[in-house]
């Protein structure tokens, strides 16, 4: 059954006989000269060629109003994807995610670059879930809030660089700022999955004084210590992973209920993901969402066939 965004466009449908019986009374109104060109050439006509020119007239009438109340009929009912999860993606760009510990495809790359591979593919496996994303390194800062739109989310993690939050770390502030994020959402179920490479040496927050306040407000938190341990790889003065504090990160995790990875591979980030996904279920049932099929180009359609057989009229009765 056709439905009608706007059925009270029709409610216009006299207006041409209104406007009509207005011009005899008031003989100061005027309409267009074109269109009142357009009239006496109708009215000069014959009888038949006035009555298909009003009746043209009407008709083109008629299709626009019902362009404009844009008509519309019901189609396939499509049942969408969703889950009772909201998540916070928090990623470390500090300084020290440029070092070059990690391979893929036989190919040494900084881990910035292993951290996005992966993630991307953690993120668009997430139908149904909201999913959002903070940055940090010295400053945090939420670089998409809670969305079903993964491949923008995806889009702005592939666009992050190393240091552009600043060259520190500052776990603490990354932590509080994702739990904004999360604290007023209706999701049951909520998670704060955090990355990092280095130890808390910016910001004004604690991480276990974070940590709690994400217990608190029933939100875990995920910890994922990432550096590689291969004695092998040259360039740097100190120990790949020298910098790395496993002992905060697992103190943040156990405090909020979540829990801790450590990830020296490419293998192990992707197994600390394919872990999160399954710690992290909670599949609810959608409600149908009723796709419509939009008419309005039809009548607009069949208008512009009008105008044109009215415009080929008015040439040949010239």
Same mark, same amino acid.
């Given at each position: 059954?056709?439905?009608?965004?706007?059925?009270?466009?029709?409610?216009?449908?006299?207006?041409?006989?209104?406007?009509?019986?207005?011009?005899?009374?008031?003989?100061?109104?005027?309409?267009?000269? /074109?269109?009142?060109?357009?009239?006496?050439?109708?009215?000069?006509?014959?009888?038949?060629?006035?009555?298909?020119?009003?009746?043209?007239?009407?008709?083109?009438?008629?299709?626009?109003?019902?362009?404009?109340?844009?008509?519309?009929?019901?189609?396939?009912?499509?049942?969408?994807?969703? &889950?009772?999860?909201?998540?916070?993606?928090?990623?470390?760009?500090?300084?020290?995610?440029?070092?070059?510990?990690?391979?893929?495809?036989?190919?040494?790359?900084?881990?910035?670059?292993?951290?996005?591979?992966?993630?991307?593919?953690?993120?668009?496996?997430?139908? *149904?879930?909201?999913?959002?994303?903070?940055?940090?390194?010295?400053?945090?800062?939420?670089?998409?809030?809670? %969305?079903?739109?993964?491949?923008?989310?995806?889009?702005?993690?592939?666009?992050? $660089?190393?240091?552009?939050?600043?060259?520190?770390?500052?776990?603490?502030?990354?932590? $509080?700022?994702?739990?904004?994020?999360?604290?007023? /959402?209706?999701?049951?179920?909520?998670?704060?999955?955090?990355?990092?490479?280095?130890?808390?040496?910016? *910001?004004?927050?604690?991480?276990?004084?974070?940590?709690?306040?994400?217990?608190?407000?029933?939100?875990?938190?995920?910890?994922?210590?990432? $550096?590689?341990?291969?004695?092998?790889? &040259?360039?740097?003065?100190?120990?790949? &992973?020298?910098?790395? /504090?496993?002992? %905060?990160?697992?103190? =943040?995790?156990?405090?909020?209920? $979540?829990?801790?990875?450590?990830?020296?591979?490419?293998?192990?980030?992707?197994?600390?993901?394919?872990?999160?996904?399954?710690?992290?279920?909670?599949?609810?049932?959608?409600?149908?969402?009723?796709?419509?099929?939009?008419?309005?180009?039809?009548?607009?359609?069949?208008?512009?066939? =009008?105008?044109?057989?009215?415009?080929?009229?008015?040439?040949?009765?010239?």
């Amino acid at each position: 059954m056709i439905q009608f965004v706007w059925p009270w466009i029709f409610l216009l449908l006299p207006m041409p006989l209104l406007f009509n019986s207005a011009q005899h009374t008031d003989e100061s109104l005027r309409i267009p000269p /074109d269109l009142e060109s357009a009239f006496n050439a109708l009215k000069s006509g014959s009888n038949v060629s006035l009555n298909a020119g009003i009746t043209l007239l009407w008709l083109a009438w008629c299709l626009l109003l019902l362009s404009l109340s844009q008509p519309w009929i019901p189609g396939r009912s499509s049942v969408q994807p969703v &889950s009772g999860r909201a998540l916070a993606i928090t990623v470390d760009v500090s300084a020290s995610m440029e070092r070059e510990d990690f391979s893929l495809d036989g190919v040494e790359m900084d881990r910035l670059s292993v951290v996005k591979e992966v993630a991307h593919d953690f993120v668009s496996a997430r139908a *149904g879930d909201r999913l959002s994303l903070v940055l940090y390194g010295k400053e945090a800062f939420i670089a998409s809030p809670l %969305t079903f739109d993964l491949n923008a989310l995806s889009s702005i993690l592939d666009s992050a $660089g190393i240091g552009m939050a600043g060259r520190s770390t500052a776990i603490g502030d990354a932590i $509080g700022l994702a739990i904004q994020t999360l604290r007023d /959402d209706p999701a049951e179920n909520k998670a704060i999955i955090l990355l990092s490479d280095g130890t808390n040496n910016a *910001g004004s927050v604690e991480p276990e004084s974070a940590a709690e306040l994400a217990l608190s407000l029933n939100i875990r938190i995920h910890t994922i210590a990432l $550096g590689s341990e291969d004695g092998d790889i &040259s360039g740097y003065d100190t120990a790949q &992973s020298a910098d790395l /504090d496993e002992e %905060t990160l697992q103190s =943040v995790s156990q405090i909020a209920g $979540g829990q801790f990875f450590r990830a020296r591979t490419l293998d192990d980030l992707k197994a600390v993901y394919a872990a999160i996904d399954t710690l992290e279920k909670a599949d609810v049932d959608a409600p149908p969402v009723m796709l419509r099929r939009d008419l309005h180009l039809w009548p607009l359609a069949a208008l512009l066939i =009008v105008l044109l057989l009215m415009a080929g009229a008015q040439r040949i009765s010239r």
